[in-house]
């Protein structure tokens, strides 16, 4: 039985969750209100901050809420969306629609909650409510705590945690009623063109990722059919071996609880494909552990999660900075990933920890300038997971890799790129290399370079460092900020 609803109307708020399917604020919202108004703010305060006006992730967004808007409309509703900043204009669509009450999904980014306190504040003034959801995660802010009530900082406790805490109500889909309760507003249509946006049309075509809800639910249902794969295939960059699902998952096109229950289901039911799909949760945990440790500590936006570590002496200059940026290392499966990220906007798992791990440790440059690369190429950027990853590798966060394990380029490429597939379809200039040539060519022998067309310095660069030298700076770097039960284990 649905009770009464108990407003007359209420707007939902879009942001990053750009479906109706499994929606936490529109489902509330269409169970509560009798007339359910929806809106999705094309903000200026975000996209006039963006430096690139070929923004991929402005295009992906732009045609998911085309789609959205159609569907919306299919089901009887509308969608607002106003090229304004959200802070202003959300106040004043619920004033000029008359609403009671503004609904929206959680963010736990330090932007977003401020954002979200001062339209707060504004409704409050008019007597509304902003009324918010959790949808962003299956578990978030205080519902997993320690024993002693604090938030977690240490993975695996807090992942034995929230699989103890999960019952099927956690992972049910958020089902709205829309027929009879959307608003077929007259005065939403419009949506804005991306030049009317200021963005250039980037090409979505290399990135492998169709955008909209429903381009989330055909990557699900080809992952499906490979996640038993997962977890032996998922760290060979040549493979197709993730689920692609990272940009949907960022923009909420499709929900954390489909994903998480397409894991969970598989577990029980198919004891053959149960440790790609557990394997595949764990990713899906390692997501709700970084909004946990964002929204708890935001200061990690700017600061080292371990406060000493914001001691470091860096001494990477702007040519290795550069090198990194531009790919031209010298090391190909570091400068093959860095290409694949600047022509796509994604780059595979273990490499943005190889990449991460040498412009850290290998080039002695500041975490914080490469985790800002990151965020500014990334079609998948996520504030949580990117500073959390960088921070793991560069061994300044929580639950971080230890400061003295230090990636080996070339072993990683060995080991993640034995036949050098990757490398080669990246960097086509080393493709004639043959066998372990291709993961350091200068230790080829120049008949070899020869044969294979590659001059050093010319057509691929030498390396911008010796890996066994930096090693050992770095590890001096670290070590003077060491305190003593970090020490490594002597032999
Ligand atoms: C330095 C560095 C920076 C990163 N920056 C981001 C980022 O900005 N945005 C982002 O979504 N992921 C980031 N990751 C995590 C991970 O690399 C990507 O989520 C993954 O490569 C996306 O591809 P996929 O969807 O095929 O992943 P799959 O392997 O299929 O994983 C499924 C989903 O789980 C989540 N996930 C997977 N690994 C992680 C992880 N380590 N931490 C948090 N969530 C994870 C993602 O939502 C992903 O889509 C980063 C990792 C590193 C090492």
Redesign the pocket.
């Known amino acids: 039985m649905i009770p009464d609803p108990e407003f007359e109307s209420v707007l939902v708020w879009f942001r990053r969750d750009l479906r109706i399917d499994d929606h936490a604020a529109l489902s509330a919202a269409t169970r509560r209100a009798r007339r359910v108004h929806c809106a999705f703010v094309f903000d200026r305060d975000i996209l006039d901050a963006l430096p690139d006006r070929d923004d991929r992730r402005v295009a992906f967004v732009h045609a998911s809420v085309v789609e959205l808007e159609r569907e919306l409309r299919r089901a009887g509703g509308a969608l607002h969306t106003p090229h304004a900043s959200a802070r202003a204009e959300i106040p004043a669509l619920a004033a000029r629609l008359g609403v009671q009450a503004v609904f929206a999904n959680r963010d736990y980014e330090p932007c977003a909650r401020e954002r979200d306190a001062e339209v707060e504040r504004a409704l409050a003034r008019d007597s509304r409510a902003l009324h918010s959801f959790k949808d962003q995660a299956v578990f978030d802010r205080d519902e997993l705590t320690t024993a002693q009530g604090r938030p977690y900082s240490v993975y695996t406790p807090y992942r034995n945690a929230w699989l103890r805490r999960l019952s099927p109500e956690d992972l049910a889909p958020r089902a709205a009623l829309l027929r009879g309760r959307l608003a077929s507003d007259q005065g939403a249509a419009g949506l804005p063109t991306l030049a009317g946006l200021g963005f250039a049309q980037a090409s979505l075509a290399g990135t492998g990722v169709t955008p909209g809800a429903s381009g989330a639910r055909a990557a699900l249902d080809d992952?499906a059919s490979r996640i038993d794969a997962?977890r032996d295939a998922?760290d060979f960059p040549a493979l197709d071996?993730?689920?692609?699902?990272?940009?949907?998952?960022?923009f909420g096109t499709v929900s954390i609880r489909v994903?998480a229950g397409l894991a969970w289901r598989t577990m029980q039911a198919d004891p053959a494909a149960a440790e790609g799909a557990g394997a595949?949760l764990d990713?899906?945990i390692?997501?709700d552990?970084?909004f946990q440790i964002l929204h708890h500590h935001p200061r990690v936006v700017e600061h080292a999660f371990r406060p000493e570590y914001d001691r470091i002496r860096w001494s990477g200059d702007d040519a290795r900075w550069l090198a990194w940026r531009e790919g031209r290392t010298g090391y190909p499966l570091v400068d093959a990933a860095m290409t694949q990220l600047e022509r796509t906007g994604?780059?595979?798992?273990r490499l943005?920890?190889v990449?991460?791990s040498f412009l850290v440790k290998d080039l002695g440059v500041d975490w914080r300038l490469?985790?800002r690369h990151?965020?500014r190429k990334?079609l998948?950027?996520?504030?949580?997971?990117?500073n959390?990853?960088?921070q793991?590798?560069a061994s300044t966060g929580c639950d971080a890799q230890p400061w003295f394990r230090i990636f080996n380029p070339v072993t990683q490429s060995l080991k993640f790129d034995a036949d050098g597939r990757f490398i080669r379809r990246w960097l086509p200039q080393l493709a004639k290399l043959p066998g372990r040539a291709i993961h350091a060519p200068w230790r080829a022998a120049p008949p070899a370079l020869a044969a294979a067309g590659v001059r050093l310095g010319v057509d691929y660069p030498l390396p911008a460092v010796d890996h066994e030298t930096a090693r050992a700076e770095t590890l001096a770097r670290y070590a003077a900020l060491r305190r003593p039960r970090d020490a490594p284990a002597t032999k």
């Open positions: 992952f997962y998922r071996g993730s689920s692609r699902l990272s940009a949907h998952l960022r994903a595949w990713e899906l390692w997501r552990f970084w994604w780059m595979h798992n943005r920890m990449a991460a490469g985790e990151f965020a990334l998948d950027f996520d504030l949580a997971a990117n959390g990853n960088w793991w590798t």
